[in-house]
């Protein structure tokens, strides 16, 4: 059985960081892309960032520049480092492994910031920003 399990959640002040990691057990963690999402209260999920099993990087354009994605492969562990953190970033952060075995070509690129990618998803950990 894939399980994700998030952690470093918590509260902060704005301005402040934090950082998320994600393990996994059940895949061959190097060999797959991981995402970072978040849903708000009242809101659709949307994407956050993601990294491919070959280490291409993607952000979304509202946390460009202040959010780092890295992965660990001899942890089989992904993190999300956040930093300059405001109100608008309160959400739950889940993290998604996708269901592509050493994935490539442009198509493959595209479809990371997609939910419909990723076939295993961690139970979330929630990130509140406080102003």
């Known amino acids: 059985q894939v399980q994700l399990v998030e952690s470093g959640g918590g509260l902060v002040q704005a301005g402040g960081a934090l950082r998320l990691s994600c393990v996994v057990s059940?895949?061959?963690?190097?060999?797959?892309?991981m995402g970072w999402f978040r849903q708000a209260p009242g809101k659709d999920r949307e994407f956050v960032a993601a990294i491919s099993w070959s280490g291409n990087i993607y952000y979304a354009e509202s946390v460009k520049g202040r959010f780092t994605i890295s992965r660990d492969n001899a942890k089989n562990t992904v993190y999300l480092q956040m930093k300059s953190l405001t109100p608008a970033d309160t959400a739950v952060y889940s993290c998604?492994?996708?269901?592509?075995?050493?994935?490539?070509?442009?198509?493959?690129?595209?479809?990371?910031?997609?939910?419909?990618?990723?076939?295993?998803w961690g139970q979330g950990t929630q990130v509140t920003v406080s102003s």
């Open positions: 998604a492994i996708d269901d592509t075995t050493r994935g490539s070509g442009s198509n493959y690129y595209m479809r990371l910031r997609l939910q419909g990618t990723y076939e295993y």
């Open positions: 059940g895949r061959t963690f190097s060999d797959h892309a």
